[in-house]
């Protein structure tokens, strides 16, 4: 299923390395694939998300840099930016919405990818983290009204960052989806990516187990097929 028929720049904004690849990293590697131009905009660099391996060392977030990059580039990402937040610590206020109209302004995407930010919890083991609610809420906030609206941030126009109209908002980690997209031939290139993530992601056996488990299954237990969900948003154009 295409969605576009040109290209289009798509901006995934987050708030951790590994949380594109492990979000939609399979979507983002169809996306590449048809044609699209695709970057990151991340929070924070994650340097408290680490496994018991790496919880002494001293340099996680350049550890973290190079992991996120390599897995960046085995989908075929253009750019990562960072906005150094701290990892663990983001709130939705007026400075880091400001920071996301100016990254929206200045990149002008199409379609803008974040997380959903009303989904506290999934099924019934998962409490998710709140960084990645709080992601959702600064970017939502920031595409409307206030990236298209010259009165928001005006001093932003001295930086000559002109008003933008984002097409699209996905939001990944959906409360309620309504968009479900068949990814089993991208899948590979999103394993690929996140076991770049090393810090992350453990013993690698375990992981490949867990992630085969989120197979769809078609034809009598047969026949594995992968999805991503989204709830996508559609602004009309007047």
């Given at each position: ?8 720049n798509i901006l995934i904004i987050l708030a951790h390395p590994d949380d594109p690849e492990f979000f939609c990293g399979a979507t983002i590697a169809k996306w590449v694939r048809e044609g699209h131009n695709v970057n990151y905009c991340l ?16 340099n996680i977030i350049t550890i973290r840099e190079k992991e996120q990059r390599h897995a960046a580039d085995i989908l075929g990402v253009n750019g990562v930016q960072y906005l150094n937040y701290m990892d663990g610590m983001l709130v939705p ?146």
């Amino acid at each position: 299923m295409k969605f576009w028929n040109s290209p289009r720049n798509i901006l995934i904004i987050l708030a951790h390395p590994d949380d594109p690849e492990f979000f939609c990293g399979a979507t983002i590697a169809k996306w590449v694939r048809e044609g699209h131009n695709v970057n990151y905009c991340l929070f924070t660099k994650g340097e408290k998300g680490i496994n018991d391996k790496y919880q002494v060392t001293n340099n996680i977030i350049t550890i973290r840099e190079k992991e996120q990059r390599h897995a960046a580039d085995i989908l075929g990402v253009n750019g990562v930016q960072y906005l150094n937040y701290m990892d663990g610590m983001l709130v939705p206020n007026l400075m880091a919405r400001k920071n996301i109209v100016r990254v929206i302004r200045t990149q002008k995407p199409n379609i803008v990818v974040t997380c959903d930010p009303t989904n506290y919890y999934i099924n019934d083991n998962y409490l998710n983290h709140p960084d990645h609610r709080a992601a959702g809420q600064i970017v939502v906030n920031a595409v409307f009204p206030a990236s298209q609206n010259k009165l928001f941030f005006p001093e932003l126009l001295d930086e000559e960052l002109e008003p933008h109209h984002v097409e699209e908002v996905w939001l990944s980690l959906p409360k309620k989806s309504n968009i479900t997209i068949d990814v089993t031939e991208s899948w590979l290139k999103k394993m690929q990516a996140l076991e770049q993530h090393t810090s992350q992601i453990g013993n690698v056996n375990k992981f490949r187990a867990h992630m085969a488990s989120k197979a769809v299954f078609k034809d009598k237990k047969s026949n594995p097929h992968y999805v991503e969900e989204f709830h996508r948003i559609i602004f009309s154009k007047n």
